[in-house]
């Protein structure tokens, strides 16, 4: 699940999941909009806060676990391996 997510099902706003893990607001805020990235140190600290429902990989990455529906929700997917390869630059 992707921190936006979670905070929603939560019924937190960004500002008050920043006090509770002692991150400055906007740096959740920035995350949650999907203007910057987490660190992977604070990514790691999410993780925790959430009981490991948002993954420290979907707290970095938050793109890659969500696919739009036709009816315009969210849903979890995981990357297929040659996207990863090809927005890396491994192919």
């Known amino acids: 699940m ?3 997510d979670w905070l929603r099902k939560e019924g937190l706003l960004p500002y ?3 006090r509770l893990a002692g991150f400055a607001p906007a740096t959740i805020y920035k995350s949650v909009s999907g ?3 987490l660190s992977a140190r604070l990514a790691v600290i999410v993780e ?6 948002v993954s420290r990989t979907e ?3 938050p ?9 315009g929700e969210q849903m979890r997917t995981v990357p297929k391996i040659h996207e ?3 927005r890396e630059g491994l192919n």
């Open 2 to 4: 992707i921190l936006r």
């Open 16 to 18: 008050q999941f920043a």
């Open 35 to 37: 203007d910057q990235r």
């Open 48 to 53: 925790d806060l959430t009981a490991g429902e």
């Open 59 to 61: 707290a970095v990455w």
């Open 63 to 71: 793109e890659d676990f969500i696919d739009k529906t036709k009816s």
């Open 84 to 86: 990863v390869a090809e």
